[in-house]
């Protein structure tokens, strides 16, 4: 409990500095958000009463503080795209993305630590190489062009894939809402028509929005688990006996996972950027093809509000990777 | 015993004090890594493709060069778009607004970030924190996000894709320098460039600067990559460079609406030239870690 304090109190410079990087990321630079907001051929004095509504003639300091004081509130400013506050429209997408970027986590983990794990234990076989090249390609591909290639193999070409459009198949009524995640929901209710329908929306976005970290993790699982397989704990474990599977999942893997954990915690982060990408390619009713939605409409606070809410989930996974680091190697607890 | 014990930390000493990077063996070394050398191959076509685009009979442009959705031919290998445009013509020229992004960028993260790590490895104290502390907060956001953020707030347009992925990569130099400066500033050579009175700034510039250039060059090779990748992404998502410019994002983002009525040819070959490029500066920046840091071969 110590520990979760100590860990959550240090968050709070973090936050405070997050919310100053983006504030000066984005009133320091060049470009008006007025004149943008205007258009080009306005007037300027219209430029100016727009400027004045939104605060921007009032000094650095006063606007920070009146930033400071808007986010205390829980506004994250107003989309004038969409007519509501941000911070509603948030609120009713944020599930989907949630639940998009937790699948791909899960489909990364099965995927990457097992391809790590075989590519460290079989070091230089075939299938170590395989691993590389997937490791590579998959560092390499573009997130919203391997989308597109799903749509028309899966969808196109083959008919395996429902349409790219929304989380459910038109004529099914998503689940009754309790946590906003369609898969938890159906699950919960029983009700399995959903459920059917979410699943075979949600694979293919978060197999291409998987596969990125996938990689990295697989790579990183490696090379964790070859620094761990030369240790003589790990030869003494081989030496008295016992069976290679249990040597590697009970003795390395157990050893490897700190690292797996810190990794995982950083692309859930990640993800969150990747989601953008997936969501506005596979038409998902999340945050991020909202925020694209928004700079096609020239409407920047969404934008900068996305920017907070990914830097606070990105450190939130710190925070829980800390903690689940510290009750996998307890010497990390007492440090 | 302590002379023998000497030696080798003199000769290590005497090694350092040269720069890590002698161009002649890197580039020999290098030709030796077959990975490396595909890496090359790719990044050399894609320039040169850049390079001699308007040679082809097709500007970039010019609308009508063939019929309207053609499917690739030999007179259109790639194929044409929704005007007409030839396709092979928009991706080479693509690949110059794509190359120069990236180069752009990275000497932005270059600039910024490696006077900022030398900076704060070398003062060390709490200006040096300071440093280092702000560049672990921009390390909390997601790369991606943080681009759109800063190419939003300057408004879209490629001057401001190339300023927000330059930002994006500051922390990383500036992390990769500060480390390396932390462990150099140590060395004996630095100590005795501070004993014979050489002033902080030229220690910094002439003597450990040279020395971090090894790391440096890798993560720029590696960065050029994952710099052309983020500013397709910003231009697909609107944010980067507009149409009828014909940058890679921006050609996937026109081929977007064709996939559903079967033209595949109008994302395909954009999308295989970026993956083409990224997996060439991939390779190349891995091979260069391979030949800089032999101690990295074996954990590869």
Redesign the interface.
């Known amino acids: 409990m110590n520990l979760v304090l100590r860990r959550v109190a240090a968050m709070v410079p973090?936050l405070i500095?997050?919310v100053v990087?983006?504030f000066v990321?984005?009133?320091v630079?060049?470009?008006?958000?007025a004149?943008?907001l205007a258009g080009d051929q306005a007037d300027p004095s219209v430029v100016a009463k727009i400027r004045t509504e939104m605060g921007l003639d009032k000094p650095l300091h006063v606007q920070l503080v009146q930033y400071f004081s808007d986010l205390l509130h829980g506004n994250l400013g107003y989309a004038w795209h969409t007519g509501h506050s941000v911070a509603s429209d948030f609120a009713s997408r944020l599930p989907a993305t949630v639940e998009l970027a937790l699948v791909a986590l899960v489909i990364a983990l099965l995927a990457g630590v097992p391809l790590g794990v075989v590519s460290a234990t079989r070091r230089d076989r075939p299938v170590d190489h395989a691993g590389r090249v997937f490791s590579?390609?998959g560092?390499?591909?573009?997130?919203?062009?391997l989308g597109?290639?799903v749509?028309?193999v899966f969808?196109?070409k083959l008919g395996v894939a429902p349409a790219p459009l929304g989380r459910v198949s038109e004529g099914v009524n998503p689940p009754t809402d309790i946590t906003g995640l369609y898969i938890v929901d159906s699950l919960m209710t029983g009700d399995m028509v959903a459920l059917r329908s979410s699943l075979s929306h949600i694979i293919w976005p978060a197999l291409c929005l998987a596969t990125g970290s996938t990689a990295i993790i697989a790579r990183m699982t490696r090379?964790a688990m070859?620094e761990v397989i030369g240790q003589d704990y790990v030869r003494t474990a081989v030496s008295k006996g016992l069976k290679p599977s249990v040597v590697t999942l009970k003795h390395a893997l157990r050893n490897a996972a700190p690292v797996i954990v810190t990794i995982s915690g950083l692309q859930f982060?990640?993800l969150?950027?990747?989601a953008?990408?997936t969501e506005?390619?596979f038409t998902w009713p999340g945050i991020g093809s909202y925020?694209?939605q928004s700079?096609?409409a020239t409407d920047?606070a969404p934008?900068?509000a996305?920017?907070l809410v990914?830097?606070v989930v990105?450190?939130a996974a710190n925070l829980l990777v800390d903690l689940v680091n510290a009750r996998l190697d307890p010497r990390i607890a007492d440090a | 015993m302590p002379e023998t014990a000497l030696e080798p930390q003199t000769a290590e000493s005497a090694q350092s004090a040269q720069p890590a990077v002698k161009p002649q063996t890197t580039l020999r070394l290098l030709l030796r890594n077959k990975l490396a050398v595909v890496g090359l191959v790719f990044i050399a076509l894609w320039t040169l493709g850049a390079v001699f685009a308007d040679l082809l009979p097709y500007g970039a442009t010019q609308p009508g060069a063939g019929g309207l959705l053609q499917g690739p031919t030999l007179a259109h290998p790639f194929g044409t778009d929704n005007f007409g445009r030839d396709l092979l013509s928009r991706v080479l020229a693509g690949g110059r607004i794509s190359l120069w992004t990236g180069l752009i960028a990275i000497a932005i993260s270059l600039l910024i970030g490696v006077p900022l790590g030398a900076f704060a490895g070398f003062v060390r104290g709490r200006a040096g924190g300071l440093v280092m502390?702000?560049m672990d907060?921009?390390l909390?956001?997601?790369?991606?996000?943080?681009a759109?953020?800063?190419a939003?707030?300057?408004?879209?347009g490629m001057v401001?894709a190339m300023?927000a992925v330059g930002?994006v990569g500051i922390p990383e130099f500036a992390r990769i320098v500060h480390g390396q400066t932390l462990s150099l500033r140590e060395r004996d050579f630095v100590e005795a460039g501070h004993a014979i009175g050489l002033p902080a700034r030229s220690i910094l510039i002439r003597h450990i600067v040279p020395n971090a250039l090894a790391p440096i060059l890798v993560r720029a090779t590696l960065g050029m990559?994952y710099a052309i990748?983020t500013a397709?992404?910003l231009s697909?998502?609107?944010?980067g460079a507009q149409p009828p410019d014909p940058e890679w994002?921006v050609l996937?983002s026109d081929?977007?609406g064709y996939?559903?009525s079967?033209e595949?040819w109008m994302?395909?070959f954009?999308?295989l030239a970026?993956?083409?490029s990224?997996?060439g500066f991939?390779?190349l920046g891995d091979g260069l870690r391979d030949v800089l840091d032999p101690r990295l071969r074996t954990?590869k």
Do not use: E, K
């Open positions: 973090a500095g997050v990087c983006i990321l984005t009133r630079l060049p470009g008006d958000p004149r943008t590579l390609l560092a390499s591909m573009p997130l919203f062009w597109l290639m749509i028309v969808y196109n090379s070859l982060g990640q969150m950027g990747g953008v990408i506005t390619v925020v694209v700079v096609l920047y934008v900068q996305f920017t990914a830097a990105y450190l | 502390r702000l907060m921009l909390a956001f997601p790369s991606l996000v943080l759109m953020a800063i939003a707030a300057m408004g879209p401001s300023v930002i990559g990748l397709a992404s697909f998502i609107g944010l994002g996937i081929g977007r996939i559903i079967g595949w994302t395909t954009p999308g970026i993956a083409t990224i997996l991939n390779l954990s």
